[in-house]
């Protein structure tokens, strides 16, 4: 209920034609009773189709950050995004991740996608686009950090947005390579 009162607060206010609804780095899933047990990758998409429906009856699209819709496994054999990983902890406990990837095939086809794994594995881009996501760009784009920009850029991928999650002032935008992405 506060979640869609939330939704339609930002509607009135901002009429907007989209909404990021965020779904990125999604650990915790299927810990609850009621939860326990069930797949994963249903639950999260269950989560976005739902909300989907929502905002369409209001004719707003939704983007989502694309992590834990990949089965991202990075050329060095690190485990991200949607993909099934256990790690344990300093002090000995153990935490798994479950698997959430398989969403890619359970989730509207008109989500936009942010996808900020661009720089960790190209090839993941052909991941979205087999699966009928065929609206994506880059977030949390580091200009400098990607080879082969303009095939990028001038192919599939809409856009793409610099994210700075530190402080605004101009030493830390310049120090963290915003000034020279946006220049790029």
């Given at each position: 209920?506060?979640?869609?009162?939330?939704?339609d607060?930002?509607?009135?206010?901002?009429?907007?034609?989209?909404?990021?609804i965020?779904?990125?780095?999604?650990?915790?899933?299927?810990?609850?009773?009621?939860?326990?047990?069930?797949?994963?990758?249903?639950?999260?998409?269950?989560?976005?189709?739902?909300?989907?429906?929502?905002?369409?009856?209001?004719?707003?699209?939704?983007?989502?950050?694309?992590?834990?819709?990949?089965?991202?496994?990075?050329?060095?054999?690190?485990?991200?995004?949607?993909?099934?990983?256990?790690?344990?902890?300093?002090?000995?406990?153990?935490?798994?991740?479950?698997?959430?990837?398989?969403?890619?095939?359970?989730?509207?086809?008109?989500?936009?996608?942010?996808?900020?794994?661009?720089?960790?594995?190209?090839?993941?881009?052909?991941?979205?686009?087999?699966?009928?996501?065929?609206?994506?760009?880059?977030?949390?784009?580091?200009?400098?950090?990607?080879?082969?920009?303009?095939?990028?850029?001038?192919?599939?991928?809409?856009?793409?947005?610099?994210?700075?999650?530190?402080?605004?002032?101009?030493?830390?935008?310049?120090?963290?390579?915003?000034?020279?992405?946006v220049?790029?």
């Amino acid at each position: 209920k506060l979640l869609f009162d939330i939704f339609d607060e930002t509607a009135e206010v901002f009429e907007p034609n989209i909404i990021h609804i965020g779904h990125d780095e999604y650990y915790s899933i299927g810990l609850c009773d009621k939860c326990r047990g069930k797949d994963a990758a249903k639950i999260y998409a269950d989560d976005i189709n739902k909300i989907h429906d929502y905002l369409k009856k209001k004719n707003i699209k939704i983007m989502i950050w694309g992590d834990k819709i990949l089965n991202a496994i990075s050329p060095l054999g690190e485990r991200h995004g949607g993909s099934f990983s256990e790690y344990t902890t300093e002090d000995g406990r153990t935490y798994t991740v479950p698997a959430t990837y398989k969403a890619i095939e359970m989730i509207p086809k008109d989500t936009m996608i942010m996808n900020w794994y661009w720089c960790i594995k190209p090839e993941f881009d052909d991941d979205y686009f087999k699966n009928g996501l065929n609206d994506v760009v880059y977030g949390n784009f580091g200009s400098m950090g990607i080879k082969n920009y303009r095939e990028c850029m001038f192919g599939k991928i809409g856009g793409y947005c610099i994210s700075n999650w530190s402080s605004l002032d101009e030493a830390h935008i310049q120090r963290n390579g915003i000034y020279a992405n946006v220049a790029y």
